[in-house]
């Protein structure tokens, strides 16, 4: 099973910029689904982007546009980059594994792997 320690995250104004990543261990890394769900305060965690190895992607419509998930194998590694952040983003954000694709139904208690969250906080 791979262990994920997720880096990135802070706070920015409304419109700017972010990326998160994560550093998976293990040497089946590619094997998995790789994700980024977020949890904001009193609301459930959500699936925000899903990739394949083979480049199968899946984003939350609120993100569709803006934000951009991205994987290298070499580096078992994963990354969000969040453009257009709007206070509405503000979230834990996590970083998550799974061994199979779900696709928009992906969700929290489907996850195999988390990572520690990172908040992100996007001011106004």
């Known amino acids: 099973q791979v262990q994920l320690v997720k880096s990135g995250g802070g706070l920015v104004q409304a419109g700017g910029s972010l990326r998160l990543s994560c550093v998976a261990s293990?040497?089946?890394?590619?094997?998995?689904?790789m994700g980024w769900f977020r949890q904001a305060p009193g609301k459930q965690r959500e699936l925000v982007a899903a990739i394949t190895s083979g480049g199968m992607l899946n984003y939350v419509d609120s993100v569709k546009g803006r934000f951009t998930i991205s994987r290298d194998n070499a580096k078992n590694s994963v990354y969000l980059q969040m453009n257009s952040l709007e206070p509405e983003d503000t979230s834990v954000y996590y970083c998550?594994?799974?061994?199979?694709?779900?696709?928009?139904?992906?969700?929290?208690?489907?996850?195999?792997?988390w990572g520690q969250g990172t908040l992100v906080t996007v001011s106004s």
């Open positions: 998550a594994a799974a061994r199979y694709w779900y696709g928009s139904t992906w969700s929290a208690n489907l996850v195999d792997a």
């Open positions: 293990g040497r089946t890394f590619s094997s998995y689904i």
